[in-house]
């Protein structure tokens, strides 16, 4: 399989009651995470094929067709990582993420976009939407965004009690290890501020992320409020492990509280999960100091 060059586009057949207007123009873009491939999408959908067999999801996010892809440093091995390519959003994944957002638009007139990433990817689409002009945007969805690698690093220096050591030793060696990150740079932080101001933007994290620490993900929060983002919404969770927190004890609430950001915002959703959900979303633009 050539990870580097496999695009897939599957069409998500859903039961839930939606109008063929909204779900007819509408594609998500899924962004995966680091030590895994486009099929990290398969644990958000309703439904999917492996093997000539099916599986059904009873917890499922994506209500529209959608487009999964490779990151460079995708790969089958054990070990799961090409080294070699992971950066952390910069060029190499930026292009990457850019060349499926264009063929996702090539699927037809006057195609929306919806971007949806988990923690890497999340972050990246971040990055993606900050470097380029998207007039089609109708959302995007971050899964345990990171607002910079360095307090990812931080976080996980700490957990293995190097925390007296300055984070700079950290960042040296993430830069030995993986090729093509440096420290200087693209990352949320620097590109938020360009993001245009009308995208809805949800954001989930989970207070019991082993790797990405969520107070990372509320600085992406409190950045894009401080910069006008009048649509952007945080909810966090008590328990959920890092690119499970659907799968975890709170992940009804996820899948409630996320259908009611898309009815919202009028995008395709399951209307009783959105009835849930409609508290839950109200408490999802809290103030911080």
């Not at 101001?197 to 949800?202: A, G, L």
């Not at 969520?214 to 945080?234: Q, R």
Request: hydrophobic share 40%.
């Amino acid at each position: 399989m050539q990870f580097k060059n496999y695009v897939l586009f599957c069409l998500l057949i859903s039961c839930v009651a939606m109008s063929a207007r909204n779900v007819s123009n509408i594609i998500t873009v899924f962004s995966h995470g680091v030590a895994d491939t486009w099929k990290q999408v398969h644990g958000y959908v309703k439904s999917y094929k492996k093997d000539g067999l099916t599986y059904r999801n009873d917890r499922f996010l994506i209500h529209t067709p959608f487009l999964a892809f490779n990151y460079p440093d995708a790969t089958t091995k054990f070990y799961r990582v090409n080294y070699n390519e992971t950066s952390f959003g910069q060029e190499n994944e930026i292009g990457r993420l850019h060349k499926a957002y264009k063929t996702a638009m090539s699927y037809g007139d006057n195609c929306n976009i919806i971007l949806w990433g988990l923690s890497r990817g999340a972050s990246n689409v971040l990055i993606f939407a900050g470097l380029y002009q998207l007039d089609n945007i109708k959302a995007l969805i971050l899964e345990s965004p990171y607002f910079s690698m360095g307090e990812v690093i931080e976080s996980l220096m700490i957990k293995k009690n190097l925390g007296w050591l300055p984070v700079s030793y950290g960042e040296t060696i993430m830069e030995f290890i993986f090729k093509r990150y440096t420290r200087h740079g693209y990352s949320p932080a620097k590109c938020i501020e360009n993001i245009a101001k009308d995208i809805p933007i949800f954001i989930i994290c989970s207070k019991e992320d082993h790797l990405v620490p969520f107070s990372s993900s509320i600085n992406v929060y409190k950045k894009l409020v401080e910069s006008g983002h009048k649509h952007t919404y945080i909810f966090i969770t008590d328990q959920g492990r890092h690119a499970a927190i659907l799968q975890g004890p709170d992940g009804e609430k996820y899948q409630w509280v996320i259908n009611a950001f898309y009815k919202k915002y009028n995008l395709p959703h399951c209307p009783a999960s959105a009835a849930q959900g409609t508290s839950l979303l109200a408490l999802s633009q809290p103030q911080f100091n």
